[in-house]
């Protein structure tokens, strides 16, 4: 049994994550949180929890079985992940490099006014609005992935300067400003559905992927189960859930992504 035993660090660095990052990996992977993880052996190691672009977009369902809108394995070199596989199957790949330096010199050049700008509610005006209204004008996808990045960038650096972990969308839009669960094992609502210990939960889980991973092949029922974390806590167009899956043998990591 391999398990969570430490939270380690929100907002890890590309750098932190992969072993000789490529390029386009902080174009498309979003490192949200490091965790240190324990097997029956008591050797320690590190494990991440990722989001990517375009999950959650079944429209672009891709033939491979590295990655796909639903989920991206990751081979596990010691602390570090490393990938192999291509991405040109993502809406707008080839325009990324160019958004991603727009996205830069926007945060560049108004990360102060995005950072306080104290909007009190969804409803009133803001400079990122205003932003956002602009990208809106060139393209959907162009919005989506401007506001998926540059939210990223809020949440992380209003976290590390406040110690607080907030949607960045609360200083931004005026969203709800209440403090987010950084990783769950089980979701626990007193009001709704509980699950009584964690084979319960992870049974339910198993369950309701099963089509995808017969559709592709994948095996997750031998995989130990590391937790989640609600991706859009962390960044706008997430998956609700993020969950982690290693093999025994602590080679292979799953980040699955699921949606309501």
Excluded at 51 to 60: H, I, K, V
Excluded at 87 to 114: C, G, I, R, T
Aim: hydrophobic content about 30%; proline content about 3%; aromatic content about 20%.
């Amino acid at each position: 049994m391999i398990k969570v035993t430490k939270v380690e660090k929100l907002f890890p660095s590309i750098e932190e994550v992969f072993e000789a990052p490529k390029e386009w990996f902080k174009y498309v992977f979003f490192p949200l949180l490091t965790v240190e993880i324990e097997n029956e052996q008591q050797q320690k190691s590190k494990a991440h929890f990722i989001s990517m672009y375009a999950c959650g977009l079944a429209e672009y369902e891709s033939e491979r079985t590295d990655c796909n809108w639903f989920f991206v394995r990751f081979e596990k070199v010691g602390d570090k992940y490393r990938f192999d596989g291509e991405m040109d199957w993502l809406p707008n790949f080839s325009e990324l490099p160019q958004w991603y330096q727009n996205a830069k010199e926007d945060y560049a050049a108004h990360k102060d006014l995005y950072l306080n700008s104290e909007v009190k509610h969804s409803y009133d005006p803001s400079p990122y609005k205003d932003s956002l209204e602009k990208w809106e004008a060139i393209s959907g996808d162009y919005a989506t992935y401007m506001d998926t990045l540059l939210s990223y960038w809020v949440t992380r650096d209003k976290y590390q300067e406040t110690g607080k972990f907030i949607a960045g969308n609360h200083y931004t839009q005026g969203y709800s400003g209440h403090e987010r669960e950084i990783y769950e094992l089980t979701p626990y609502d007193e009001d709704e559905e509980t699950y009584e210990d964690l084979d319960e939960y992870l049974e339910y889980r198993l369950d309701t992927e099963s089509y995808l991973c017969e559709e592709y092949g994948i095996s997750l029922e031998d995989k130990n189960y590391l937790g989640y974390v609600i991706g859009y806590n962390y960044l706008q167009y997430s998956a609700d859930t993020i969950s982690l899956f290693i093999s025994p043998d602590e080679k292979e990591v799953y980040n699955w992504f699921s949606f309501s």
